[in-house]
């Protein structure tokens, strides 16, 4: 029988795969798996690249509040930097984002660095329109993750399609269906980007979740370029591929 991995190279052909959505040990409180583990997983199961997307200080992280901002940042960006490390030595390519939170709900956030986190230790007060407002103007990205998930912690769903570009539609560890069908739906009707990402805390089990694209992404400044544009790239975990995906 074809396994899963055999299956997704046939349905996209012999495009680069990259993680859009993972967590880390050292920065996520709720990870299992360290930098290390995870970029060594990711280039066995034959992706390009991964954007480690820790929670930031308004979600679960592991950093410590009462810290001075500079501490907190350095200790923030750890499990990415380790990231990078092992990706050098092995050839995987990783970018930096993070998740960041409001009331339960959560923006992956793409194109700044940690320059500018330092540079803006007020961050925490913005609101969220004007965190979307900053961010767009360095020319950031920012995808609403998990739109429609519900759990014990998520005590309303809030939407704001006129602060995101783009919508994860396929979050890979849902278990009810029903969590991506609806965020697919938000997304077509809101005009809005569609991407998929695995929302990884453990590198087991691999859930498979990423894009894929016929071009091969250098800076996450390319990979943003090519999402924003609509460019030929895929949704993994998604069958038959979408219609932006050419052969």
């Not at 509040?65 to 050098?88: S, Y």
């Not at 005590?155 to 009810?176: G, K, M, Q, Y």
């Not at 691999?206 to 390319?222: A, N, Q």
């Amino acid at each position: 029988m074809m396994n899963r991995e055999n299956d997704r190279r046939m349905t996209y052909g012999n495009g680069y795969k990259y993680e859009t959505h993972l967590h880390t040990s050292e920065t996520s409180a709720c990870a299992v798996s360290s930098a290390g583990d995870m970029v060594r997983a990711y280039a066995d199961a034959g992706y390009t690249g991964i954007v480690v997307t820790d929670h930031f200080f308004n979600g679960n992280t592991c950093v410590p509040p009462h810290l001075p901002w500079e501490t907190r940042v350095d200790l923030f960006c750890r499990g990415f930097e380790n990231a990078r490390e092992e990706g050098e030595k092995i050839g995987l390519k990783v970018f930096f984002g993070w998740e960041y939170g409001y009331y339960q709900t959560d923006f992956l956030t793409y194109g700044l660095d940690r320059e500018f986190l330092l540079e803006n230790p007020d961050v925490l007060k913005w609101s969220l329109d004007e965190y979307s407002e900053v961010v767009h103007s360095l020319g950031g990205f920012i995808t609403h993750a998990h739109p429609f998930r519900e759990a014990f912690y998520i005590d309303a769903i809030r939407l704001f399609p006129n602060l995101v570009d783009a919508v994860e539609v396929i979050n890979a560890s849902h278990t009810d269906p029903a969590f991506n069908r609806k965020a697919k739906k938000y997304a077509e009707e809101n005009g809005l980007i569609e991407m998929s990402g695995s929302d990884a805390h453990s590198t087991k089990p691999m859930l498979g979740g990423g894009i894929v694209s016929e071009t091969k992404f250098e800076t996450i400044e390319d990979l943003i370029a090519g999402v924003r544009g609509r460019a030929a790239y895929g949704l993994l975990g998604e069958t038959p591929p979408p219609k932006h995906w050419r052969k």
